[in-house]
């Protein structure tokens, strides 16, 4: 039914290279002398061990990688890199409790942001980075970041593709997708590079430049201060932040196109980013006249802080310069869409994707037209593209799933005591892989440590579900998957 040899012999590599990843954190533990050496020297040894048996299990599988097997494998995957990278926050003892580490960890790999720890600051270098890498690791996707490096290892990778790629549009730009993760993977390495340059010549250590800069390019939004890049009180950074913020909220595929091969006015012109970019000058533009009118901010504070938190919750980044949370209510509605819309397919940005927005928008205006013409053939074209009725029908499905996930979250923990701003936005935080929420009781700048234990497992899921697009996970639990024909 489901080739398990196969599954067992990717899951072991990819911890392999998990276990890789965790060895930076220990040399630079090693580095500082400081007291997280044996934690993540366990865990490297433990996630290593771990990825041996499964290879032994693993052997003699044949290469054949059924849509079934590429789903499970990807919602395992995801599952397994959480539960062995929390392993260095517990055994640490950093984090005492399993569900605050898993909530942390896996809040870093889906690139959601939020956290449960109310003082990053005295956190030791090897920790710190680990938390940050986390979020790199799993901006582009765990399993997409296999294809890129070893081209042969994972058979059907078009399906695990699939499985794992956000939005509607998946970004393969070559006929060889092993191509295609390279092209990506080099924007994204690109854009993490010359971050953390301009960071580090605005004044921030290299160390936080390279954790800042990681962040920032995953669209998730950790950082090595409590007050994000508010600690600063730079001008310059903020802007820096601003920028790669919005160019990581651009599909990766369009920015390749428009670095690589010139192709800018392609990238002008796409529906997608037209629309991405309206969303920020519109609600950027609403913000400052709030901000002005009742916060006493001057133009240029408003401006630069307006659109900080904009580009900031519209990329699901979440980073903060400023509490929004003592700004006028209004401009928590104006934040909350940005959180719902999000960036761009194949970005490393989550949400709702401007993609299916712009998909949307246009099947509205058709049945407008409709009911004055009701006999009017209306083709719905995105970028010179038919978007076809099976699509459309799919949209509304992702839509649906979406608002129902978000809810039922939100009726769970209106349940649990939590007040009913906090748990809207906080659902649609953890749905759109965002990270900050708004409220009072956890605003923005605030940890999410009080949130009861039975909430934070559901939010968990929540934040999974809306990492891989929702049917990825969603499909496991149905009775259709599990049946042999």
């Given at each position: 039914?489901?080739?398990?040899?196969?599954?067992?012999?990717?899951?072991?590599?990819?911890?392999?290279?998990?276990?890789?990843?965790?060895?930076?954190?220990?040399?630079?533990?090693?580095?500082?002398?400081?007291?997280?050496?044996?934690?993540?020297?366990?865990?490297?040894?433990?996630?290593?061990?771990?990825?041996?048996?499964?290879?032994?299990?693993?052997?003699?599988?044949?290469?054949?990688?059924?849509?079934?097997?590429?789903?499970?494998?990807?919602?395992?995957?995801?599952?397994?890199?959480?539960?062995?990278?929390?392993?260095?926050?517990?055994?640490?003892?950093?984090?005492?409790?399993?569900?605050?580490?898993?909530?942390?960890?896996?809040?870093?790999?889906?690139?959601?942001?939020?956290?449960?720890?109310?003082?990053?600051?005295?956190l030791p270098h090897g920790i710190l980075f680990?938390?940050?890498?986390?979020?790199?690791?799993?901006?582009?996707?765990?399993?997409?970041?296999?294809?890129?490096?070893?081209?042969?290892?994972?058979?059907?990778?078009?399906?695990?593709?699939?499985?794992?790629?956000?939005?509607?549009?998946?970004?393969?730009?070559?006929?060889?997708?092993?191509?295609?993760?390279?092209?990506?993977?080099?924007?994204?390495?690109?854009?993490?590079?010359?971050?953390?340059?301009?960071?580090?010549?605005?004044?921030?250590?290299?160390?936080?430049?390279?954790?800042?800069?990681?962040?920032?390019?995953?669209?998730?939004?950790?950082?090595?201060?409590?007050?994000?890049?508010?600690?600063?009180?730079?001008?310059?950074?903020?802007?820096?932040?601003?920028?790669?913020?919005?160019?990581?909220?651009?599909?990766?595929?369009?920015?390749?196109?428009?670095?690589?091969?010139?192709?800018?006015?392609?990238?002008?012109?796409?529906?997608?980013?037209?629309?991405?970019?309206?969303?920020?000058?519109?609600?950027?533009?609403?913000?400052?006249?709030?901000?002005?009118?009742?916060?006493?901010?001057?133009?240029?504070?408003?401006?630069?802080?307006?659109?900080?938190?904009?580009v900031s919750f519209i990329t699901t980044t979440?980073?903060?310069?400023?509490?929004?949370?003592?700004?006028?209510?209004?401009?928590?509605?104006?934040?909350?869409?940005?959180?719902?819309?999000?960036?761009?397919?194949?970005?490393?940005?989550?949400?709702?994707?401007?993609?299916?927005?712009?998909?949307?928008?246009?099947?509205?205006r058709n049945e407008i037209r409709r009911m004055?013409?009701?006999?009017?053939?209306?083709?719905?074209?995105?970028?010179?593209?038919?978007?076809?009725?099976?699509?459309?029908?799919?949209?509304?499905?992702?839509?649906?799933?979406?608002?129902?996930?978000?809810?039922?979250?939100?009726?769970?923990?209106?349940?649990?005591?939590?007040?009913?701003?906090?748990?809207?936005?906080?659902?649609?935080?953890?749905?759109?892989?965002?990270?900050?929420?708004?409220?009072?009781?956890?605003?923005?700048?605030?940890?999410?440590?009080?949130?009861?234990?039975?909430?934070?497992?559901?939010?968990?899921?929540?934040?999974?579900?809306?990492?891989?697009?929702?049917?990825?996970?969603?499909?496991?639990?149905?009775?259709?998957?599990?049946?042999?024909?």
């Amino acid at each position: 039914m489901f080739n398990w040899r196969l599954i067992f012999k990717i899951l072991g590599t990819l911890l392999w290279i998990e276990a890789a990843f965790m060895s930076l954190s220990l040399v630079l533990a090693l580095y500082h002398q400081e007291s997280d050496i044996m934690a993540f020297a366990l865990t490297v040894g433990i996630t290593a061990l771990a990825g041996t048996v499964l290879r032994l299990l693993g052997r003699q599988s044949t290469d054949a990688l059924s849509r079934r097997d590429a789903y499970l494998l990807v919602s395992v995957v995801w599952i397994a890199f959480t539960t062995f990278g929390m392993l260095p926050f517990l055994i640490g003892g950093f984090i005492p409790h399993v569900t605050d580490a898993f909530f942390e960890t896996m809040s870093g790999l889906t690139t959601t942001g939020a956290t449960i720890m109310d003082h990053v600051e005295g956190l030791p270098h090897g920790i710190l980075f680990w938390r940050s890498l986390t979020q790199w690791i799993g901006g582009l996707g765990i399993v997409f970041f296999t294809i890129a490096v070893i081209p042969s290892f994972v058979g059907g990778s078009i399906k695990v593709f699939a499985a794992e790629a956000t939005g509607p549009i998946k970004s393969k730009m070559h006929p060889r997708l092993t191509t295609t993760a390279k092209a990506l993977w080099g924007v994204y390495l690109l854009l993490t590079v010359v971050c953390a340059i301009c960071f580090f010549m605005f004044g921030m250590s290299p160390f936080d430049a390279v954790n800042y800069a990681m962040t920032i390019t995953a669209t998730g939004g950790f950082a090595t201060h409590d007050a994000s890049t508010g600690y600063f009180h730079s001008p310059a950074i903020d802007y820096t932040a601003i920028v790669f913020m919005f160019l990581s909220g651009v599909s990766f595929a369009l920015l390749y196109a428009a670095l690589f091969k010139g192709k800018v006015k392609q990238l002008l012109k796409n529906a997608e980013f037209r629309l991405y970019s309206s969303l920020v000058i519109a609600s950027t533009a609403l913000i400052i006249y709030f901000l002005l009118r009742f916060n006493d901010y001057d133009v240029s504070d408003a401006i630069r802080v307006a659109l900080f938190q904009v580009v900031s919750f519209i990329t699901t980044t979440g980073m903060f310069n400023e509490d929004a949370a003592q700004w006028h209510h209004i401009t928590w509605v104006i934040l909350s869409l940005c959180m719902f819309f999000g960036g761009c397919a194949g970005s490393t940005a989550g949400g709702f994707k401007c993609a299916r927005g712009v998909i949307a928008l246009k099947v509205l205006r058709n049945e407008i037209r409709r009911m004055l013409h009701p006999k009017a053939l209306l083709p719905l074209k995105v970028n010179n593209s038919t978007v076809h009725s099976p699509a459309q029908i799919t949209l509304m499905a992702f839509f649906i799933a979406y608002i129902t996930l978000c809810f039922t979250a939100y009726f769970i923990m209106i349940l649990a005591g939590v007040d009913s701003t906090n748990s809207i936005t906080i659902a649609l935080s953890c749905g759109s892989n965002v990270g900050p929420t708004l409220g009072l009781e956890i605003g923005p700048t605030m940890s999410w440590s009080i949130l009861p234990t039975m909430v934070k497992w559901i939010l968990s899921a929540l934040m999974l579900m809306g990492r891989l697009e929702i049917f990825t996970v969603l499909v496991i639990f149905t009775p259709w998957f599990w049946k042999s024909h």
